[in-house]
């Protein structure tokens, strides 16, 4: 299970660019030119979806403040009367509407930001190369020294990886564009480069929280600014075009993004990740009408985003020593 970006066909030719470049080129230091080039492209394939989402958090915030926050609070006098003030008092209100909006945009961009960097960058956690993990033999019953683990195979054994050679904890999987088992891992993510589990989880829930916070403001308020672009006569045919284009393209994405982010909030609120849901409550698997780790609403959030309330939506890291990702409280145990 590797793949849930929201688009198959990328996502398929993404793991098979990923595979043949694991697979089938040496390293880049034992490559041949050509196959240099082949990597670079592979590579470039891999992180497009990273630039397209730079992109998007630039120009999305760039536009914002150039056609909606900028007019507000600029001072000139030959700003058109579509702009709803015809007082001093009417003036004050939009510019100090257009302060507060201007703030709270960049509020979500300096924490969209820094969650979108972690998430990135933050590993997900692998199974340690223990003697705990390490396979001894496929065929060897439960022993005292085998872990105790809520998800077994079917003859009641503990799930193996036979790519990583390790025995598998509760919740983790292998991912095929990683190369390796991922902690509590919830899916592959092409739009930040990494897997999504059980260290960067909160960052990639962060990244969707500031994601639709903005985009919810950018819907609630940038339709002044397609008011007076379709109506104000000195704007041009283009800049019109540019303007009620951009609110269009940003508020189906912001639709999209608010309902991902709510199906986000609803998964950690009853301990699902996208795996279990998709693959096994959807299927109905027994034992998944509701999350076998499941506790308590507060405590689903606690294990997802920290044991400090307080810092459940900064991308700052609030886990106990203890928490390690390969032991989770189920009805089970």
Not at 186 to 209: E, M, P, Q, R, S
Not at 275 to 304: D, H, L, M
Not at 313 to 332: A, I, N, V, W
Request: charged fraction near 20%.
């Amino acid at each position: 299970m590797a793949e849930n970006s929201g688009l198959p066909i990328l996502d398929k030719a993404l793991d098979e660019a990923n595979f043949y470049l694991k697979q089938s080129l040496p390293p880049w230091n034992e490559a041949s030119g050509l196959q240099r080039l082949i990597i670079f492209f592979f590579k470039l394939a891999i992180i497009l979806p990273v630039l397209i989402l730079i992109g998007i958090i630039i120009a999305g915030y760039s536009l914002y403040i150039i056609f909606y926050v900028y007019p507000l609070v600029s001072s000139t006098s030959d700003s058109p009367d579509l702009y709803f003030w015809h007082s001093n008092s009417e003036k004050f209100t939009a510019e100090l509407r257009g302060w507060v909006c201007f703030g709270l945009s960049s509020w979500n961009l300096f924490w969209l930001c820094i969650s979108v960097y972690r998430a990135m960058m933050t590993s997900p956690g692998e199974v340690p190369n223990t003697s705990t993990w390490e396979i001894t033999s496929i065929n060897k019953e439960v022993s005292e020294s085998t872990p105790l683990t809520t998800e077994n195979r079917k003859d009641g054994g503990i799930r193996i990886c036979v790519h990583c050679n390790l025995k598998k904890p509760d919740r983790c999987h292998h991912c095929k564009q990683c190369g390796k088992c991922c902690l509590k891992m919830d899916h592959h993510c092409n739009w930040i480069a990494n897997c999504v589990g059980y260290y960067n989880y909160k960052y990639f829930y962060l990244t969707i929280f500031y994601g639709a916070s903005a985009m919810a403001i950018f819907i609630a308020t940038f339709w002044e600014s397609v008011v007076v672009a379709l109506y104000d006569k000195e704007t041009s045919n283009s800049m019109s075009f540019i303007i009620v284009l951009t609110y269009s393209l940003m508020t189906m994405l912001g639709v999209t993004i608010i309902a991902f982010c709510i199906f986000h909030t609803w998964m950690i609120a009853n301990n699902y990740t996208s795996i279990e849901f998709c693959e096994k409550r959807r299927f109905k698997v027994p034992g998944y009408e509701k999350s076998p780790y499941s506790i308590s609403t507060i405590e689903n959030f606690k294990e997802a985003l920290g044991q400090n309330p307080l810092l459940w939506y900064f991308p700052f890291e609030s886990r106990g020593k203890e928490d390690k990702g390969l032991y989770f409280k189920s009805k089970k145990y």
